[in-house]
């Protein structure tokens, strides 16, 4: 798990919890906004609706069906509010943009991207923004095959690759699933570790984030994982 998870699960939780809640209300004061205000919004639906639809937009992508965008119209249509029906933590490799495949339209997915899909306090406030004041009922976090950031942090542990600047940051956050996928003693250690990678992203956005944690336990937020093949396009599902 990276340091920060480690750190916001430590003894400071409840007052964590407090100033959380404190935080809340305002922010709902501002989605109460009557601007944004809208009866039946497209994301009041469940966590497994929204899976649903994304990945639905993921096979039209795979199978060259996608929908023709309209993007005056869909500009016009999100001017004023938006409601993503699902939030998605992706890397940022410029091979894996989530709109285009999971075929979704402007408004439709809030998506935080860092180098290798890792979990940081400003991607876990974004996330949170996402489900406390957008209402997003639905978090995927997506690796992808390939990737450079998981890649680096295996040179770094493998052949004890010494990364200039702030990459160390990066590759330190990816070490435990490196680590993990080397006992699993993997055939290839680069695919175990972006699968693993994956799966500890979504524990440390339960694990870092008591209002994350809060909704998933009430049932209003799904977290769940997928790895985004390059070649196929297809994105498989990390249980
Ligand atoms: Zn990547």
Do not use: W
């Not at 007052?15 to 809640?21: A, D, S, T």
């Not at 699902?86 to 091979?95: E, K, T």
């Not at 493998?158 to 070490?175: C, F, M, N, S, Y």
Request: include cysteine; proline fraction near 5%; charged fraction near 20%.
């Amino acid at each position: 798990m990276c340091d920060m998870c480690d750190e916001n699960a430590g003894s400071d939780m409840t007052r964590r919890g407090l100033m959380i809640g404190a935080a809340a209300g305002g922010l709902a004061m501002a989605a109460a906004s009557p601007a944004i205000a809208q009866s039946a919004p497209q994301n009041a639906i469940t966590p497994e609706e929204a899976l649903a639809r994304i990945m639905d937009g993921n096979a039209r992508y795979v199978a060259g069906e996608r929908i023709d965008h309209d993007y005056s119209a869909e500009r016009a249509e999100t001017a004023l509010a938006q409601f993503p029906v699902a939030g998605i933590l992706s890397c940022a490799d410029s091979r894996v943009p989530p709109e285009i495949l999971f075929d979704q339209a402007p408004g439709d997915l809030f998506v935080a991207r860092v180098a290798g899909n890792i979990v940081n306090a400003t991607g876990i406030a974004s996330l949170e923004y996402g489900v406390l004041v957008l209402g997003i009922p639905l978090i995927m976090v997506l690796g992808h095959t390939s990737c450079g950031a998981v890649s680096a942090a295996v040179d770094t542990v493998e052949d004890k690759v010494v990364l200039p600047g702030h990459l160390p940051q990066l590759t330190e956050a990816i070490r435990p699933a490196v680590l993990a996928a080397r006992l699993q003693d993997a055939d290839d250690l680069k695919s175990a570790a972006t699968t693993l990678n994956v799966r500890y992203a979504m524990q440390g956005l339960r694990l870092g984030s008591a209002i994350l944690a809060e909704a998933i336990d009430a049932g209003k937020l799904g977290v769940v994982g997928g790895v985004y093949d390059l070649e196929s396009g297809k994105v498989i599902p990390v249980a």
